[in-house]
């Protein structure tokens, strides 16, 4: 009995000895805050020494106010704070949970809403926190909205409220609302800041300058059981899904509509080569400017105090015990998967992998045995199952190895792809290739992916992947499917041209470190490593094997490579399609005396596979282009509105002060801002066949062009000349011509800057008559060399250095005039330099 007392009072000693802290929502609880229940619900907090209330919007209790009055230690907010922050409130924030925020106005589409300039004088409901958000507030004064504008309505915090017309729109997250309201029957419309070219961080975990420095292994403790417990919980969303269905669910919501909450908010919170959680002070201040320019603050400080520092890893006792009685421990690795590992030729580990796990040995102060007896990855495999390793450097996650083994979480995500010869065309999905032989590498995840649901295809099993690629090459197998990353490396460094990849699958690489199952306390710790990696060090690991896309700021030029490379498809099929018309044609010719049924049915064979060569254009562009393209115009018009905004306080300014000058500079520069925004959609829109022609003035176009290059060309010292009549007008896509003209000027501008030469000259010129419009540019830059003449309208040929051009522009230049306008784009050398004209066919009328 004596005993017994003994124990409880130790375990309420222990209770009493936890830290209490609160933390306050925006929200009632849903997946929304998932991090912090696991963080709860496993334990994070309280071996971190801290018993967290967590509580949500049920008690209308604002963050901001709860944290600064002290009700609550921590807080999740939103990008308001930085206007808290600007006015003295003394706030730290500790992580941007969402990278971009899902927080949007939902209407429903009968109400016939459908921009934001819509919303004038329409009831919205908002809650507190959200009514001077950024996001809301620069959407809104971008079409000449502010709020005083809306009737406001406090937040019901209920969707069906707008089911029942309560409302006409309401503030409302993408991942939540939108679902409830379908499975109710009500189509809804999206109003979100992102299409308005602002997108801020969201759910940033807040607390007070107080905290951190009274208090700081308290945060830090608490940072870090929040973060350990957002990984999990988007690395196990069903699991996360169940705690919150079953624990934290005022809404009553179904465990389908959790699941997809979960893995819609994951796509919010993640950005490659950014830390979960990061902040970025270019953001930071990027959203300061925009409360700036609409009055809300005066001025801009520094933000270094705003942001948290919390040590780059935090290690429990256990943890640290954990790894000094484990010095060494035994690695297995595939020495045949590059360039994610493999054994270089000094016979060392190599790769992607071998980055990560030297980062991780000099973080841990332990020593990785590198195994490298076993030759083959099924080893390996085996190995680690059977406790002869400790754990594998790097090994794709599949729901059959999780049965056996545990995983960190992913530090690299690669998609799997169909790699096929060069003759063979575009293949929709793994269903096309039932019956056919493909090769897989054995023991690879796409082994047990072709083996688990795709029983028809012919597996044909290789111990590579450099021997899979081959068994195409040479006929044994009619496709490959692999990395993509893996098949680029592999084609490039081995020669393979007869390769191509001809789809996608519906899988990709999760690859992560792999341990023994008995070995939970080092995954634990590898996860808190892969957490605390900074984007410089994510560069330094994947710069030397893999590309990267990055984010602040733009590397433009990269950008329109990766287009470049996304077209690759289209312009392939394109190419085959003109090939195939020639053979078709010649053919046809031969057999015309012969057989005319057959070359009718030859014509028909023709227009079928342009139809279905139509098809796949479309998916390839809508899939891949497509979302380039709408990255590279969110990425422009965020600071076109903000220079917008400030276009329209200066001249509010000059207004007042009369200064007709400045009024005028303005004038022109909010043309300009528009022109460039109208440019963005036109470009987006090449890619979409509902365009119109419309009849475009020559000289008008080419005023156009020279206003957009002429800064530049000023600065190099080259002077344009034009010979066109002003009258001179053609039926064209007005942009498309554009774009074409522009790419010519930059290609003189380029040639004549490497020429040297001392005539600096760009001569426009237009002839027309009845049937053709001719438009010649010329240049002084000293002409083509014979010998690549005929070649430079071929896809990515290019005479400059791979950062400085893809070799696509003029084979684009010259699909747009042939393909679009049925028109002729050549070449030819004159005794100072090049002429390029375009012929336009004035009789056309569809493109």
Known sequence: MKKLFLLLLFLMSLAWSKESVTLQLPWLHQFQFAGYYVAKQKGYYSDSGLDVTILDAHNRQDPFKAVINGKAQYGVGRSSLIVDYIKG????????????????????????????????????????????????????????????????????????????????AMVAYLSNEPYILQKAGIETRAIHPKEYGFDF????????????????????????????????????????????????????????????????LKEFAFRPNIAFGSIDPVRLEMIAQGYRLMGVVQSIPSFEPLRYKHSALQLSEKEKGWLRDHPVIRVGIDQNWPPIESIDEKGRHSGVSASYLKLLEKRLGVHFEVDYSRRHWSDSIRSVQNKEIDMLSCAAITDKRRENLLFSRPY???????????????????????????????????????????????????????????????????????????????????????????????????????????????ASISDKVLASITPSEYEEIHGPWLVMERNYPINYRLVWGVVGFMGILFILIAYKNRRLDVLVRQRTDELETFNQRLQEEIEKAVDKNRKQEKLLMQQAKMAEIGSMLESIAHQ???????????????????????????????????????????????????????????????DMLANDVEALLGPLLMRKKIIIE???????????????????????????????????????????????DE?????????????????????????????????????????????????????????????????????????????
């Open 89 to 168: 409130a003394p706030l730290v924030l500790m992580a941007a949970v969402f990278q971009s925020s899902p927080m949007m106005l939902l209407t429903r589409k009968d109400f016939n809403i459908h921009n934001a300039k819509d919303l004038k004088n329409k009831r919205v409901m908002l809650t507190g926190d959200t009514i001077e958000g950024a996001e809301l507030q620069a959407m809104l004064r971008s079409v000449g909205l502010r709020t005083s504008d809306l009737i406001l309505q406090k937040h019901s915090y209920d969707p069906m409220s707008l089911a029942r017309g309560e409302t006409d």
């Open 201 to 264: 961080y969201s759910d940033i975990l807040f607390t007070t300058t107080d905290e951190t420095t009274k208090n700081p292994q308290r945060a830090e403790a608490f940072y870090d059981a929040s973060m350990r417990g957002w990984l999990w919980a988007f690395d196990h969303i069903e699991e996360t899904a169940e705690l919150i269905y079953r624990d934290y669910n005022p809404q009553h919501k179904s465990l389908d509509a959790l699941i997809y909450e979960g893995r819609m």
């Open 412 to 522: 690299l995500k690669q998609s799997i792809v169909i790699v096929a010869h060069s003759d063979v065309g575009f293949v929709n999905d793994l269903n096309d290739l039932g019956g056919k032989k493909v090769a897989v590498v054995r023991s690879y995840a796409t082994e047990e992916f072709l083996r688990e649901h795709y029983p028809k295809i012919i597996p044909v099993v290789a111990d590579t992947s450099l021997e899979a690629l081959q068994s195409v090459v040479s006929g044994e197998a009619y496709a490959c499917i692999e990395g993509l990353g893996v098949v680029s490396h592999l084609i490039e460094r081995h020669n393979l041209k007869r390769l191509k990849v001809v789809g996608e699958t519906p899988y990709r690489y999760e690859l992560a470190f792999a341990f023994r199952n008995d070995w939970g306390m080092l």
């Open 636 to 698: 422009w018009r965020q600071p076109l509105n903000i220079l917008g905004l400030s276009m329209t306080r200066l001249n509010l300014s000059c207004a007042i002060g009369g200064n007709s000058e400045s009024t005028k500079v303005i004038e022109i520069a909010e043309a300009q801002i528009e022109y460039m925004s109208q440019t963005i959609d036109d470009f987006r829109n090449f890619f979409k066949q509902d365009k119109s022609q419309i009849w475009v003035n020559i």
């Open 722 to 768: 034009r010979d066109i009549d002003p009258m001179i007008e053609v039926l064209v896509y007005p942009n498309e011509l554009k774009q074409v003209v522009i790419n010519l000027v930059n290609n003189a501008r380029e040639a004549i800057e490497q020429h040297r030469g001392r005539e600096r000259v760009i001569r426009i010129r237009c002839l027309n």
């Open 771 to 847: 049937q053709y419009c001719t438009i010649a540019i010329e240049d002084t830059g000293g002409g083509i060399p014979p010998e690549i003449i005929d070649k430079i309208f071929d896809p990515y040929f290019t005479t400059k250095f791979e950062s400085q051009g893809t070799g696509i522009g003029l084979y684009m230049a010259k699909m747009i005039i042939e393909k679009h306008f049925l028109g002729k784009l050549s070449v030819y050398n004159t005794s100072k330099g090049a002429c390029f004209e375009i012929r336009l066919n004035r009789a056309v009328k569809e493109g």
